[in-house]
């Protein structure tokens, strides 16, 4: 058998010894002797070649250097050395080959092997034999071809592969383990050049990565202390690859020894080098710590929060995460809510306009934060329960972060019992105003990709805001849709978005419905070309107009004029079907016979007008069709045209009309057809005065007319005329009372446009007369005599009078509230004293009537056809309006004279000219109509009672008198649905009635 094949060396003066040198050298005479049994003469013949070879390949180079083969005393001892160890080896089964790169061939019982060996080392015959052997070793392993051998897995005698390899069974040697591991420690530096070029190669050509095997799961370790703190110097001084295998190799070298060494010497490491933090962290995880080291690792961990990569975030948290226990939750979930950091968070209004092109590198980064959160959240309750209780704490709103959001959303995404928590506590603290519209900006403006695998339960939770009765988180509810279908430009999402809102507007619950229309209606302002591809995900609204109440329908119809706007300006067919629609069920609507589907077709083509009627709207479309003003004008008229058959269809258009001049700004031609129409008025319902006197007293259905309430006297040049209208024989004349107040309105509204706010035009309407019945019908003896007819002329004259006045406080009461410029001062002191005379008119003008329909039941018409204020919120209640004013005053008054006890009694500085409320300066009036001093009020009949007692008297069905004013008009309130309301702006009277208290 040939081992060594004669070769010709590139370097004469590193020629290795020939093989007959190596074969007949002492040395192998010696292990001959020595081992010389039959069945060990393979393994002998073997290990005397191995022998020869290396002391060649390492002897041989101090030979050579001394001339002719003529070897060194060191070279000597170290031929022997590596004899020793072939020969133990030899011994104990072992055949080192040297042929090509063939490893060492084992036993197959391996546990006999070690003991063979152990005992031969632990032998207290040869105290030398364990350096030896060890000397030998080191010596054979100089080659790096034998290095290799001997670290790759061994084969079987038989041939067959076998998993482990020499040095790792050395390894489990008890003598010389500790002398191996630091030999192989020493040698693992030699090979970091390599590293940087070793990546990609396989195991078996990777000698460093081959060492590091060597130390995995030894069955135990002699002295482990020793070892960890070698291996911890080279772990510290090895490359970056090298390094993070080691380090992630760790639990599995050291077990359950030294521990504490080992995380003191990796936290050094991590503040070194940070990019080490994901092996350090998954070797922190697989150590069995104690409670004490747990607890330093943790911190360790959440220093580490501010300074770590993007990329290793999510490693970092999920480790914390996973680490918590119930003393250490709230401390980790805190730390993370305060350092963690969003690479993404930035200005929505910025990535919309598109000045972050290169973005979101950063988003999958953000994107594996949160699935490391929620993996961490879905199976620990404990750590949903302290991020809830963490967020409960939070009261301020400068103190809450875009990841509680997220933290809400990730433990709501993951369902179970603690959702209905999480939608509580958003809920609260929107409504405590802890979270704002900005945090849900930052949360999702920008960030689609961050957000798209959520975009369902931010839907959902869409849906619950919108349900709340809470105002403030329905906002916040439409401020999320609106943020999502802006996001999601996608026609799934968008359509998702869409079909959630008419959910709402399907439930029926007005509060829902209303948000849900107002959501519609913010889309369709800002992103109408976006939804008309889409409409016929919400046109299936039209079909139930019926089913909404007078606010909702504005609402409904505002959207799809929006949307039939943007539709008719593209020639698209598709597009022109939308207006084509909305245009054909309103005309339907405006001729039906039905009243309440008349009063839808006037509802929507108002809104329809303000569209089309706007001053910011195109002037015309394409070239076939009219000009947007043209269709405005002749759904005008096409309105008023069906209205003015039905009194209250025709209010109805008129209150709209208000309101359309209220919210918008119309173009000139629109402005110039309502004011034509307005101007009707003052023929319709005004007659001249001679003088301040009516120029011929005719009686009208037997009643005699006079002035009542003329706040002007004899300078008044106009008189409205009530009674005549009622009393005419002409239906339409007489129906024409119930628009009196709707048609007067729309005259002052389109005045106080045309004149900046001022109604100096029309401000002898203020004071003017009224012609009604002569006061002394309202004796009990004059009432009798009347016919049921005429009793019913007088109510409906009392009626007409009160819903003046009415609307005669909401109209000039703005010449007060508001900052008018062109109003003197004198002017606004003279307006507040007839506005306050009038409020005594109204509150003994109701009492009358009151009075009158306890002695003549019968139903009032109607002034006013829903109740829905145009200009602001209504003055309506339970309580009637006079009472409501009064027991204001009185309030004041109880106020006033807790803190100041000299306001009340005969202190008051004023003595008996102070009115101490409303109510004793009502009475005053009443009296003073009674003596005749109430410019133009009627007088109250009295022979028998005086003052004092007439104030306190009940009224008699035979014999109306006396009326008590300060009684609540209880069969008035029954139907005061039909009167016209009183905004809250005419309260504002009541801040000028404590200084003029006798105007």
Same mark, same amino acid.
């Given at each position: 058998?040939?081992?060594?094949?004669?070769?010709?060396?590139?370097?004469?003066?590193?020629?290795?010894?020939?093989?007959?040198?190596?074969?007949?050298?002492?040395?192998?005479?010696?292990?001959?002797?020595?081992?010389?049994?039959?069945?060990?003469?393979?393994?002998?013949?073997?290990?005397?070649?191995? #022998?020869?070879?290396?002391?060649?390949?390492?002897?041989?180079?101090?030979?050579?250097?001394?001339? !002719?083969?003529?070897?060194?005393?060191?070279? $000597?001892?170290?031929?022997?050395?590596?004899?020793?160890?072939?020969?133990?080896?030899?011994?104990?089964?072992?055949?080192?080959?040297?042929?090509?790169?063939?490893?060492?061939?084992?036993? #197959?019982?391996?546990? !006999?092997?070690?003991?063979?060996?152990?005992?031969?080392?632990?032998?207290?015959?040869?105290?030398?034999?364990?350096?030896?052997?060890?000397?030998?070793?080191?010596?054979?392993?100089?080659?790096?071809?034998?290095?290799?051998?001997?670290?790759?897995?061994?084969?079987?005698?038989?041939?067959?592969?076998?998993?482990?390899?020499?040095?790792?069974?050395?390894?489990?040697?008890?003598?010389?383990?500790?002398?191996?591991?630091?030999?192989?420690?020493? +040698?693992?530096?030699?090979?970091?050049?390599?590293?940087?070029?070793?990546?990609?190669?396989?195991?078996?050509?990777?000698?460093?990565?081959?060492?590091?095997?060597? /130390?995995?799961?030894? $069955?135990?370790?002699?002295?482990?202390?020793?070892?960890?703190?070698? /291996?911890?110097?080279?772990?510290?001084?090895?490359?970056?690859?090298?390094? +993070?295998?080691?380090?992630?190799?760790?639990?599995?070298?050291?077990?359950?020894?030294?521990?504490?060494?080992?995380?003191?010497?990796?936290?050094?490491?991590?503040?070194?080098?940070?990019?080490?933090?994901?092996?350090?962290?998954?070797?922190?995880?697989?150590?069995?710590?104690?409670?004490?080291?747990?607890?330093?690792?943790?911190?360790?961990?959440?220093?580490?929060?501010?300074?770590?990569?993007?990329?290793?975030?999510?490693?970092?948290?999920?480790?914390?995460?996973?680490?918590?226990?119930?003393?250490?939750?709230?401390?980790?979930?805190?730390?993370?809510?305060?350092?963690?950091?969003?690479?993404?968070?930035?200005?929505?209004?910025?990535?919309?306009?598109?000045?972050?092109?290169?973005?979101?590198?950063?988003?999958?980064?953000?994107?594996?934060?949160?699935?490391?959160?929620?993996?961490?959240?879905?199976?620990?309750?404990?750590?949903?329960?302290?991020?809830?209780?963490? %967020?409960?704490?939070?009261?301020?709103?400068?103190?809450?972060?875009?990841? $509680?959001?997220?933290?809400?959303?990730?433990?709501?995404?993951?369902?179970?019992?603690?959702?209905?928590?999480?939608?509580?506590?958003?809920?609260? +603290?929107?409504?405590?105003?802890?979270?704002?519209?900005?945090?849900?900006?930052?949360?999702?403006?920008?960030?689609?990709?961050?957000?798209?695998?959520?975009?369902?339960?931010?839907?959902?939770?869409?849906?619950?805001?919108?349900?709340?009765?809470?105002?403030?988180?329905?906002?916040?509810?439409?401020?999320?849709?609106? /943020?999502?279908?802006?996001?999601?430009?996608?026609?799934?999402?968008?359509?998702?978005?869409?079909?959630?809102?008419?959910?709402? =507007?399907?439930?029926?619950?007005?509060?829902?419905?209303?948000?849900?229309?107002?959501?519609?209606?913010?889309?369709?302002?800002?992103?109408?070309?976006?939804?008309?591809?889409?409409?016929?995900?919400?046109?299936?609204?039209?079909?139930y107009l019926e089913c909404f109440q007078e606010d909702n329908l504005h609402k409904v119809y505002e959207v799809f004029s929006r949307l039939a706007l943007a539709a008719r300006s593209r020639a698209e067919t598709i597009r022109s079907s939308i207006a084509n629609e909305v245009l054909m069920i309103i005309r339907k609507q405006v001729s039906n016979a039905d009243m309440m589907y008349r009063k839808m077709g006037v509802i929507g083509a108002l809104k329809v007008v303000s569209t089309l009627g706007d001053v910011n709207a195109p002037l015309?479309?394409?070239?076939?069709?009219?000009?947007?003003?043209?269709?405005?004008?002749?759904?005008?008229?096409?309105?008023?045209?069906?209205?003015?058959?039905?009194?209250?269809?025709?209010?109805?258009?008129?209150?709209?009309?208000?309101?359309?001049?209220?919210?918008?700004?119309? !173009?000139?031609?629109?402005?110039?057809?309502?004011?034509?129409?307005?101007?009707?008025?003052?023929?319709?319902?005004?007659?001249?005065?001679?003088?301040?006197?009516?120029?011929?007293?005719?009686?009208?259905?037997?009643?005699?007319?006079?002035?009542?309430?003329?706040?002007?006297?004899?300078?008044?040049?106009?008189?409205?005329? =009530?009674?005549?209208?009622?009393?005419?024989? %002409?239906?339409?004349?007489?129906?024409?009372?119930?628009? /009196?107040?709707?048609?007067?309105?729309?005259?002052?509204?389109?005045?106080?446009?045309?004149?900046?706010?001022?109604?100096?035009?029309?401000?002898?309407?203020?004071?003017?007369?009224?012609? %009604?019945?002569?006061?002394?019908?309202?004796?009990?003896?004059?009432?009798?005599?009347?016919?049921?007819?005429? !009793?019913?002329?007088?109510?409906?004259?009392?009626?007409?009078?009160?819903?003046? =006045?009415?609307?005669?406080?909401?109209?000039?009461?703005?010449?007060?509230?508001? +900052?008018?410029?062109?109003?003197?001062?004198?002017?606004?002191?003279?307006?507040?004293?007839?506005?306050?005379?009038?409020?005594?008119?109204?509150?003994?003008?109701?009492?009358?009537?009151?009075?009158?329909?306890?002695?003549?039941?019968?139903?009032?018409?109607?002034?006013?056809?829903?109740?829905?204020?145009?200009?602001?919120?209504?003055?309506?209640?339970?309580?009637?309006?006079?009472?409501?004013?009064?027991?204001?005053?009185?309030?004041?008054?109880?106020?006033?004279?807790?803190?100041?006890?000299?306001?009340?009694?005969?202190?008051c500085p004023y003595g008996k000219l102070r009115q101490p409320t409303i109510i004793d300066a009502l009475k005053k009036a009443v009296q003073a109509s009674q003596e005749g001093l109430n410019e133009g009020s009627p007088r109250f009949l009295s022979r028998e009672k005086t003052p004092q007692r007439a104030e306190h008297c009940t009224i008699d069905v035979d014999e109306i008198e006396v009326v008590d004013i300060s009684a609540e008009p209880k069969i008035l309130e029954a139907q005061r649905s039909k009167f016209r309301p009183l905004n809250?702006?005419? %309260?504002?009277?009541?801040?000028?009635?404590?200084?003029?208290?006798?105007?």
């Open positions: 058998m040939v081992f060594l094949k004669r070769t010709i060396p590139a370097n004469p003066k590193k020629r290795p010894a020939t093989p007959s040198e190596n074969i007949h050298s002492p040395v192998a005479v010696a292990s001959v002797a020595t081992l010389g049994s039959d069945r060990h003469r393979n393994a002998t013949f073997s290990a005397a070649a191995v #022998a020869a070879a290396t002391t060649g390949s390492v002897g041989g180079i101090v030979g050579n250097a001394k001339g !002719k083969g003529v070897r060194g005393t060191e070279g $000597d001892d170290e031929e022997q050395d590596v004899s020793v160890m072939v020969s133990l080896l030899a011994e104990a089964g072992c055949t080192l080959r040297v042929s090509g790169d063939t490893p060492p061939s084992l036993p #197959a019982d391996s546990h !006999k092997f070690r003991r063979h060996i152990d005992t031969r080392l632990s032998s207290v015959e040869d105290p030398s034999i364990v350096p030896r052997f060890l000397s030998g070793f080191s010596s054979y392993i100089q080659s790096p071809q034998n290095f290799r051998r001997v670290l790759i897995p061994a084969n079987h005698d038989s041939g067959s592969s076998w998993g482990e390899s020499l040095v790792r069974v050395l390894l489990l040697v008890a003598p010389i383990q500790s002398q191996m591991l630091n030999l192989l420690l020493e +040698k693992l530096p030699e090979h970091f050049n390599a590293d940087a070029a070793c990546v990609g190669r396989s195991l078996k050509d990777d000698i460093a990565r081959l060492i590091v095997n060597q /130390l995995r799961w030894l $069955d135990f370790l002699v002295d482990s202390g020793s070892f960890v703190e070698k /291996l911890m110097e080279v772990l510290s001084i090895s490359p970056p690859g090298l390094k +993070k295998e080691l380090i992630g190799s760790l639990p599995e070298i050291i077990g359950d020894k030294c521990h504490s060494t080992v995380v003191s010497a990796l936290e050094k490491m991590l503040l070194e080098d940070s990019d080490v933090i994901v092996p350090v962290l998954d070797s922190f995880t697989a150590l069995n710590l104690d409670e004490q080291l747990q607890e330093q690792v943790v911190t360790i961990a959440l220093s580490r929060i501010r300074t770590v990569n993007g990329e290793h975030m999510p490693h970092l948290l999920r480790f914390l995460l996973l680490s918590t226990t119930p003393a250490n939750a709230g401390r980790i979930i805190s730390q993370i809510r305060d350092q963690l950091k969003f690479v993404g968070v930035m200005d929505p209004y910025s990535v919309r306009n598109n000045k972050f092109k290169g973005k979101f590198s950063a988003q999958s980064t953000e994107v594996s934060i949160l699935d490391a959160l929620r993996s961490s959240l879905r199976f620990k309750n404990i750590l949903c329960e302290a991020v809830l209780k963490v %967020l409960k704490s939070i009261d301020q709103p400068r103190n809450h972060k875009v990841i $509680d959001l997220w933290f809400l959303m990730l433990i709501y995404k993951n369902g179970g019992s603690l959702q209905k928590d999480t939608q509580k506590i958003l809920k609260k +603290k929107i409504v405590d105003g802890c979270f704002c519209e900005a945090l849900f900006d930052q949360c999702i403006a920008g960030n689609q990709e961050l957000v798209k695998d959520y975009f369902p339960s931010f839907v959902s939770l869409s849906e619950y805001l919108l349900t709340c009765k809470e105002k403030q988180a329905r906002k916040f509810g439409i401020h999320l849709y609106t /943020l999502l279908f802006v996001e999601f430009k996608d026609t799934y999402s968008r359509q998702e978005v869409l079909g959630a809102l008419v959910t709402h =507007i399907g439930s029926g619950i007005a509060h829902e419905v209303c948000s849900a229309l107002e959501t519609l209606i913010l889309l369709t302002m800002r992103y109408t070309e976006d939804l008309i591809p889409i409409s016929s995900h919400i046109s299936g609204i039209l079909d015309s479309f394409f070239s076939s069709q009219k000009s947007n003003s043209d269709d405005a004008l002749e759904l005008l008229q096409m309105s008023l045209d069906s209205c003015k058959l039905v009194p209250l269809t025709l209010i109805l258009f008129y209150d709209e009309l208000v309101a359309l001049l209220e919210g918008s700004v119309l !173009k000139p031609e629109i402005i110039e057809w309502i004011g034509k129409h307005a101007s009707e008025f003052e023929p319709m319902f005004l007659s001249d005065l001679e003088g301040g006197q009516l120029p011929l007293s005719v009686p009208c259905d037997g009643i005699e007319g006079e002035l009542w309430i003329n706040l002007d006297g004899d300078a008044s040049p106009i008189v409205l005329k =009530i009674l005549p209208l009622l009393s005419s024989s %002409l239906q339409q004349q007489s129906d024409s009372l119930q628009i /009196l107040p709707s048609q007067f309105l729309l005259l002052s509204v389109v005045e106080r446009l045309s004149n900046q706010g001022s109604l100096g035009g029309i401000d002898a309407l203020l004071g003017c007369p009224l012609h %009604l019945p002569s006061p002394r019908y309202l004796s009990g003896v004059h009432w009798k005599k009347l016919t049921e007819k005429q !009793k019913h002329i007088v109510c409906f004259s009392l009626f007409y009078a009160v819903n003046w =006045i009415r609307e005669l406080l909401n109209a000039f009461s703005s010449q007060v509230v508001d +900052k008018i410029e062109n109003v003197t001062p004198n002017t606004k002191e003279e307006t507040v004293k007839k506005l306050l005379k009038r409020l005594r008119n109204l509150v003994v003008m109701e009492s009358i009537l009151d009075a009158f329909l306890k002695a003549c039941p019968l139903s009032l018409p109607e002034v006013c056809c829903y109740s829905r204020d145009q200009f602001g919120p209504i003055f309506r209640g339970k309580k009637s309006s006079e009472r409501v004013l009064s027991e204001d005053i009185l309030a004041k008054k109880k106020k006033k004279q807790k803190t100041d006890p000299s306001a009340s009694g005969n202190s809250v702006d005419s %309260l504002s009277l009541l801040s000028f009635s404590e200084r003029c208290l006798l105007c």
